[in-house]
């Protein structure tokens, strides 16, 4: 039992960091470079969460205030992106809703771990 516990503990330590996502489907190529952004500051915020081993609550508070300024930009220029076409307001609220989906499931992998 204790070897089987102990294997389920290297798994666990050696398992990558979860990947949050912002779903580029909706995006141009020329965005992509802004969402790999602001996707790599999620994951290295939760692999610097991880290695702090906050709380779960810490961790989500924390999450809402991390990489605020790249979301931003994302937003601003997908935003900017899409300014000539009619949908440009429902596609914005899409990019909105899949940044908060990303938070949740960085929030649910981390309090699963």
């Known amino acids: 039992m204790r070897n089987w516990i102990l294997g ?28 790999d952004k602001a996707n790599k500051c999620l994951n290295d ?4 969460a991880k290695a702090k081993k906050l709380s779960t609550e810490t961790y989500r508070i924390a999450l809402e205030g991390a990489c605020t300024q790249q979301i931003k930009d994302l937003r601003g220029l997908y935003s900017l992106s899409l300014e000539r076409k009619s949908e440009q307001g429902y596609l914005v609220g899409r990019l909105d809703a899949n940044i908060k989906d990303a938070r949740a499931k960085l929030v649910s992998s981390y309090a699963m771990r």
Do not use: C, G, N
């Open 45 to 48: 915020f939760d692999a610097r």
């Open 8 to 35: 389920v503990a290297l798994f666990i330590a050696a398992a990558p960091p979860a990947l949050a996502q912002i779903d580029t489907a909706a995006a141009e190529p020329d965005m992509k470079p802004y969402f």
